[in-house]
């Protein structure tokens, strides 16, 4: 049939009268290992960069691998000394269970993570041009099926090793030996979900079960703790079962490799997506974009129910555009108007939070750290009790904050609706302040209980929600770095001047709109002046993050006084 198409086909004639098409003979197709080769030696090729780019890169992963683990092994040993003494402390070191709910997060962290990046996946140039090649498609994806594993096990074992080594202060043998269990419980993770994947498993499901392990696992080890079941030590396995599991994670490898063809191109395509823009955003810094791939990446399709929106209050259906016109931005709004594009933010904020399950798993675990270390006796001291309500609080106003985050990717209801951007930012406050007082409630009371005075800590939790809603919003509306700007050399590689004061957009409001709060928490006591210094502060942060302006405060001043000497030479000039 072949041979018939092929001599009834005319042939194409070029203007001299030749064939404008060679003929040719078909050779054999490549394995896809000539295949890899080709691919890498094209990208080196126009990728421009020698030996020394190489080895700079090499040298710059080396430094920041040690200095990585000389900060882990300071703050381990910062966070031992914190923990109270087990004699004033009841007779039971919490050091241990501490460490297994470290353990545990980390476990739950490495399952949803896994979950959300696929965990095989084939993205850019790889799905347009690898997937549609008549080749063996294990041989095409081996790299990508070992790389994850591979990444998690070495972050697994070193981070295993820097608590147990850290913290609990074993011998050299028993942490090295807790390091491997380490690697090889995240790389067992990894290749079950790999194989998981093969049999058509959604990543959906890999990252809600990480999302429920992070919940059940530090409030159960918690309540154990709390109930007096305290272990002595981390069991830590031999090295006869650290090789049997060893043998087990080669055979879990060896059949996520046999089963690799059995992987919809659909899914390949997707979690390389997801994997391309989390590494991306990575490499820019920007924590924004990172959530939002792996947020995006597990999210549903369909939603089983639609919600009626009945906390939208004003008009019905306005017609914005007319409205405008007859109505300027800068002559005022009728009420009925700006209370119906207020309420629609506000609505569409908590529709947000609502279907986003991972959100709503970092806000109980912030309502559930301080509190547990204001009952748990061990941890039961300023410093401990600071730094959970630190966290805590950042972690909530930070997850209840999405929809100012996608509204600074993607401005189109701010800019639809008839509001000015400074009440825009003010509307984006409501949702933040609504889940952080929820859990200023939470925690301040669990923190009253504990130094026995409940109403006045209270009180200036409920006077510090404006604030951590500020500092959420502010966060989410930062600027990106100006990658265009001077670098400057540092020993995390080199980084465009100012990328400092960017990334402390939001954590700022933290550190000073909040210091009364944290004064409290360090003497141990509040008083009526605190609460009011920190309304004060709240009421300050809320102006500082409606403004608009990108700029730092130097910068600002900086530009004043440039403006300021410009008008003397202007009338220096007129005389």
């Known amino acids: 049939m072949i041979d018939e198409w092929h001599n009834q086909t005319p042939e194409v004639v070029g203007l001299d009268g030749c064939p404008a098409v060679a003929e040719a003979e078909l050779g054999d197709v490549p394995r896809a290992g000539a295949i890899r080769r080709y691919t890498r030696d094209a990208t080196k090729q126009r990728a421009g960069a020698g030996l020394g780019s190489l080895l700079s890169d090499v040298y710059y992963a080396v430094v920041v ?25 009841g007779g039971t070191d919490l050091i241990p269970t501490l460490v297994a709910v470290l353990i545990g997060s980390l476990a739950a962290t490495v399952v949803s993570l896994a979950g959300r990046l696929g965990p095989v996946g084939a993205g850019g140039a790889e799905a347009a041009w690898w997937l549609g090649l008549p080749v063996d498609r294990r041989g095409l994806l081996r790299p990508a099926t070992r790389r994850l594993p591979l990444v998690a096990a070495g972050v697994g074992g070193l981070v295993v090793a820097l608590l147990d080594g850290g913290l609990l202060g074993d011998p050299m043998e028993r942490t090295v030996r807790a390091g491997v269990s380490g690697a090889l419980a995240a790389g ?91 590494v ?25 129910w639609a919600s009626r929106l009945r906390t939208i209050r004003g008009p019905v259906n306005p017609l914005v555009t007319a409205e405008r016109m007859v109505f300027p931005l800068d002559a005022g709004l009728p009420h009925g108007l700006e209370r119906s594009a207020v309420t629609g933010l506000v609505t569409a904020d908590l529709v947000l939070l609502r279907r986003s399950l991972r959100h709503m798993v970092q806000v109980l675990l912030a309502i559930a750290l301080p509190v547990v270390a204001t009952v748990v006796p061990q941890l039961s001291g300023q410093g401990p009790v600071l730094v959970a309500v630190l966290v805590g609080g950042y972690v909530a106003a930070s997850a209840s904050a999405e929809g100012s985050r996608r509204a600074e990717m993607a401005p189109i209801l701010d800019r639809l609706l008839p509001l000015d951007p400074t009440m825009a930012r003010r509307a984006r406050m409501i949702v933040p302040g609504a889940v952080m007082t929820v859990w200023a409630v939470a925690v301040f009371v669990a923190v009253g209980t504990w130094l026995g005075d409940i109403p006045s800590w209270a009180v200036l939790g409920l006077a510090g929600v404006p604030a951590w809603a500020a500092a959420a919003v502010r966060a989410a509306y930062r600027p990106a770095p100006d990658w265009g700007a001077t670098l400057v050399s540092t020993p995390f590689g080199a980084l465009p001047s100012g990328v400092g004061a960017v990334l402390s957009r939001g954590p700022d409001i933290v550190v000073l709109a ?48 440039k403006e300021a000497e410009k008008k003397q030479r202007e009338a220096a000039a007129g005389r």
């Open 65 to 89: 691998l040690a200095i990585g683990i000389a900060v882990g092994v300071g703050v381990a040993g910062q966070l031992k000394g914190s923990v109270p003494d087990v004699e004033r402390a």
């Open 188 to 278: 067992t993770v990894v290749l079950v979900m790999s194989l998981a994947q093969t049999f058509g498993a959604s990543r959906r499901f890999g990252a809600l079960a990480g999302d429920v392990m992070l919940v059940v696992v530090p409030v159960a080890l918690g309540f154990a703790a709390w109930v007096g079941v305290t272990p002595d030590k981390l069991p830590v396995p031999s090295w006869v079962v650290l090789a049997g599991v060893g043998l087990v994670v080669g055979g879990l490898a060896w059949a996520a490799d046999a089963r690799l063809t059995r992987i919809r191109a659909s899914s390949l395509r997707e979690s390389g997506s997801v994997a391309a823009q989390a």
């Open 280 to 304: 991306g955003a990575m490499v820019s810094m920007d924590s924004r974009e990172l959530g939002r791939a792996l947020s995006d990446g597990a999210a549903t399709s369909s939603r089983p």
């Open 514 to 561: 909040l210091l009364p709060t944290w004064i409290a928490l360090v003497l141990g006591h509040t008083t009526q002046m605190l609460g009011i210094a920190q309304a004060v502060t709240s009421f300050i942060a809320i102006l500082v993050a409606s403004s608009t302006s990108t700029k730092t405060f130097s910068e600002r001043m900086l530009d004043a006084q």
